[in-house]
């Protein structure tokens, strides 16, 4: 939880730049796909960018931990993708500016880089 508080102060002092992030990192709990009130908060801000540039793509990849059964955490890296496309839409988003690309199981970014999903607002 920790790391978490913190990862929502860094998200909230590049909020005071000047020009925009264009990309956002939602962070999940171990096994989990619920979408916790820090993770619903960078969803909504990252929408919000989005509807300022209504022509760019959103992508959205989805990360999980190789935990050895390969393929249920491939599915893991899926559906937190999903699950945070759905809720860009859900924060008005248009379904088809999003692109999901979920990344295989992974150990290389620790324990808790493993457990993201990345949104990135790039050009259309």
């Known amino acids: 939880m920790r790391r978490l508080s913190l990862v929502v102060g860094l998200c909230l002092l590049a909020g005071c730049a000047s020009q925009p992030s264009r990309k956002y990192v939602v962070f999940f709990t171990r ?20 509807a300022r540039d209504p022509q760019s793509v959103i992508t959205v990849e989805g990360y999980a931990a190789a935990h050895g059964d390969l393929s249920a955490d491939a599915l893991l890296a899926v559906d937190r ?23 295989a199981p992974s150990n290389e970014d620790g324990a808790v880089g493993s457990r993201r999903v990345e949104i990135e607002i790039g050009a259309s």
């Open 31 to 50: 096994d989990s796909v619920k979408l916790e009130d820090p993770a619903l908060w960078v969803v909504t801000h990252a929408a919000q960018q989005a």
């Open 81 to 103: 993708a999903k699950k945070v496309a759905s809720q860009l839409v859900a924060d008005g988003v248009a379904a088809g500016r999003i692109r999901q690309m979920p990344r």
